[in-house]
């Protein structure tokens, strides 16, 4: 049976709701910027906890939505230095640890498709 | 007219603000913080201008102490206009802050900064287009090349001279955002603070719960600022005090409490309000940016493609450090040696002016041995310093202290410090004082706290060079450096120690954020770099020659008085006797106390005060440490080296401290933590010693 148009996207909605709409690249573990390899890039999604650190994070420009790329990783679990929008932050492990990051440029419906 | 200078950290606010002002600037404290306050007075067409510089700030909030100056200098001062600058390779971030300014102070002027570096990036931006989008007028600067700022000047003034106050561009606000700032406005619509500040704004931070909104201040202090003396650029000291005059608490209590039920509580909407922003400079900005994706690296990639570099960056930071302390140090001596023959000349001059004159001897002595001495060791010390601050400023400017941060993170992240205290704490090698002022750049005050209070564990110049005579003569050979190391690495444990302690005491339970920005690199003016290293120079000199001439006195009289009895029947010689039930578990003699005592105004003259206590008249700091072979076991020598490099460098880092901490508290606490942690060292290290089996 074809799968029609109407119907795959119920689908989807029902794999959705499942999932609890958190776009993940894999449908078991979130992203966290400290995961990236230099090079890499991706989206903000989320950033875990609050405070001071949450705060300025936002001050600094890492807010949902934005395009991080990481530059390169200071050694012995040093900084990661990242570039946003054309200007460049250093950021402890720790603290990229809190940013929940997703692959830019692809819909959610895609990859649930791909990776599950 | 009033006129304040915001934006980011690293956008060129100073570049302009040294440019308009020169060195007309007065350079002091913001009342209560430790943040350095920056104002001068212009002249245009008779129009006096007071130009205030406000710490580069990347947000209004009011959680950091640069972010609540800066908002309180415009809400209680209330500027004519104000000046925002802005970077044009980072814009959006920049746009954030004048959003908020916006919000505030209608009467904006955006200086658009770094257009060619920006060009570099492949990003251009349209003014005319920003200028609309904003509806602010926006003047195109190359600060670094002085291009524009007077435009920008005059720009500002025309606008602070409009007849009303222009209309700002309102922030689209999702809906059920929308709904509620609205609620809230017509609560505050009818109150006294509704008339004298945007209704928005008030709005926006009410729902906020804005402690600061409803209060009124005013002024407690007329300030010499009216004054004309155009000739103290520096330290004015704490400028403007306020005082609560009263608050009216506003109205919307129960909306809040409503919306609070609803799960809208204040962090929700300061998180809804930066993200609508952003999101709403991200809907404007293709009106006025194009960014090409050039292919071509820049500058700073290429330059921190070895600067960061795991296997490279390293290196280069020795490098550097190197150049900066073989330039402050070591090139800097023959000025320094200048100006001690100076002094001497001097002295001698004066002496004998005073002896034509029949002026009794002991002010003779007083003249050449206390005063000239004492004060001439610490002058001929500036040079070195000024150089260091110098070197300092070159690196802050031109973005590389940001990189040094970066690769001393980790080190620092051991001890619970930023990564910002690496060079401070490095700078101690070369010498406490500009290593407690380097702390400046870090946001934290209590970061800023603990690494002053470190600092002086750090051995600098002058206690290493009399610690390498000590050791040459009590240890010849390759022990030598042995003994050096050793004693370098319970200086380096202790700091270690000593940093993740005073964060208990200091009460610094949230580690503080190193989230931090690595500007663009280039080369800083010359203008840049003078101008903060004099002033940096003259404040330290203004503050410490009070206390340096004191001390001098002091020490000369005590070791004067009374007069015609060997050292240990004089003042001084007495009050090692007194002090030696301290000394006495150390193995220490009267004479070792005497000289720690007396090295606590410099430690340069540490040697030569114990040649005089051992009876040597020599000059040279080998014959001295020689003739202490003869009166102390090695053991003893190696337990008053630990003492010796632990305890209070000298005044000058105590003053320094007081200065940039401005609070007596902690500076004494300081103090008394140097001592008792040095002497407590020495005890283990002589009791410890002597238990191995040494002598």
């Known amino acids: ?116 | 007219m009033k006129i304040a200078l915001v934006g980011n950290p690293n956008v060129g606010k100073s570049t302009v603000f040294n440019a308009l002002t020169g060195s007309n600037q007065q350079v002091g404290n913001w009342a209560g913080k430790t943040v350095e306050r920056k104002s001068g007075i212009i002249q245009r067409a008779t129009q006096e201008i007071e130009l205030v510089d406000l710490p580069g700030t990347y947000s209004l909030t009011a959680y950091s102490q640069e972010e609540i100056i800066t908002r309180e200098y415009i809400l209680r001062e209330k500027p004519d206009v104000v000046m925002a600058m802005v970077d044009a390779s980072n814009i959006e971030r920049n746009l954030y802050l004048v959003l908020q300014v916006l919000e505030l102070a209608p009467r904006v002027v955006v200086g658009l900064n770094m257009m060619d570096l920006a060009q570099t990036t492949g990003i251009t931006i349209r003014t005319a287009e920003l200028a609309s989008a904003l509806n602010v007028p926006v003047v195109e600067i190359v600060a670094a090349k002085g291009k524009g700022i007077e435009e920008f000047l005059t720009e500002a003034i025309r606008v602070g001279k409009l007849e009303q106050d222009p209309l700002p561009i309102e922030v689209s606000y999702p809906d059920e955002l929308e709904q509620r700032i609205q609620a809230m406005e017509a609560l505050l619509a009818g109150t006294a603070w509704a008339a004298k500040y945007p209704l928005r704004w008030l709005a926006l931070k009410r729902l906020e719960r804005d402690p600061e909104i409803g209060q009124e201040w005013k002024r407690s202090t007329a300030l010499s600022r009216k004054s004309k003396n155009k000739d103290s650029c520096c330290d004015s000291g704490d400028a403007v005090n306020y005082e609560l005059q009263e608050t009216t608490v506003l109205p919307g209590e129960e909306l809040l409490r409503a919306y609070e039920a609803e799960g809208w509580g204040k962090d929700h909407f300061e998180m809804a309000f930066a993200d609508a922003k952003y999101k709403y400079i991200s809907q404007i900005l293709p009106r006025f940016r194009t960014h090409e994706n050039l292919t071509k690296p820049t500058w700073t990639d290429l330059l921190d493609g070895w600067v960061l570099s795991p296997i490279w960056g390293y290196p280069i930071m020795l490098v550097v450090l190197a150049i900066v302390f073989w330039g402050s140090f070591v090139a800097s001596a023959p000025i320094g040696g200048a100006v001690s023959q100076a002094m001497a000349w001097a002295a001698d001059v004066l002496v004998r002016l005073l002896q034509w004159g029949h002026v009794p001897d002991f002010v003779q002595s007083l003249v050449r041995d206390g005063i000239f001495a004492g004060v001439g060791a610490v002058l001929a010390f500036v040079p070195q310093i000024a150089i260091f601050f110098a070197f300092f400023s070159f690196m802050q400017d031109s973005g590389y202290l940001a990189r040094a941060a970066f690769l001393g993170d980790r080190f620092m992240q051991l001890m619970g410090l930023h990564g910002k205290s690496f060079f401070s704490l490095v700078s101690g090698f070369g010498c406490n004082v500009p290593g407690i002022m380097a702390t400046r750049t870090l946001e934290d005050p209590k970061d800023r706290l603990i690494t002053m209070l470190i600092n002086p564990l750090i051995p600098c110049v002058p206690r290493l060079g009399v610690m390498s005579a000590v050791v040459a003569a009590f240890f010849p050979g390759s022990r030598g450096s042995l003994v050096m190391l050793s004693l370098l690495l319970i200086s380096m444990i202790l700091v270690m120690f000593s940093a993740l302690f005073l964060r208990r005491v200091v009460k610094q339970t949230e580690r503080s954020a190193f989230v931090m920005e690595l500007p663009l690199y280039h080369i800083p003016t010359l203008r840049n770099v003078l101008i903060p290293t004099w002033h940096k120079t003259y404040s330290f000199l203004k503050r410490a020659w009070t206390f340096i001439l004191a001390a001098s006195i002091v020490v000369w009289a005590l070791s004067s008085y009374p007069q015609g009895v060997p050292m240990s029947a004089t003042w001084a010689g007495k009050m090692g006797g007194w002090l030696a039930f301290i000394g006495g578990p150390l193995g220490f003699d009267w004479r070792i106390m005497v000289a720690i005592v007396f090295g606590f105004t410099a430690k340069e003259t540490t040697l030569s005060t114990l040649g005089i206590l051992y009876g040597v008249a020599a000059d040279a700091s080998q014959s001295i440490a020689q003739a202490m072979t003869g009166a102390m076991t090695p053991l003893r020598a190696y337990t008053f080296l630990v003492v010796y490099m632990l305890y209070i460098p000298c005044l000058a880092s105590v003053i320094t401290t007081y200065k940039e901490s401005g609070s007596l508290g902690w500076t004494s606490f300081g103090v008394a933590y140097n001592l008792i942690l040095s002497f407590a060292m020495g005890w283990i290290v002589f009791h410890g010693g002597l238990a191995l089996g040494f002598q």
Not at chain 1, 20 to 29: L, R
């Open chain 1, 1 to 116: 049976m074809l799968l029609t148009n109407e119907i795959s996207s119920q689908l989807l909605v029902i794999i959705d709701i499942e999932n609890d709409y958190h776009p993940k690249g894999d449908c078991t573990m979130e992203r966290f910027l400290g995961d990236l390899k230099p090079g890499e890039r991706a989206c903000v999604e989320h950033i875990k906890g609050g405070g001071a650190l949450r705060r300025r994070m936002m001050d600094m420009g890492i807010v949902p939505g934005v395009e991080l790329e990481v530059v390169r990783c200071a050694p012995w679990g040093g900084p990661l230095q990242v570039r946003l929008k054309g200007y460049y932050l250093a950021m402890r492990r720790g603290e990229c640890a809190k940013i929940i990051v997703t692959d830019s440029y692809q819909e959610p419906i895609e990859r649930l498709l791909a990776s599950c």
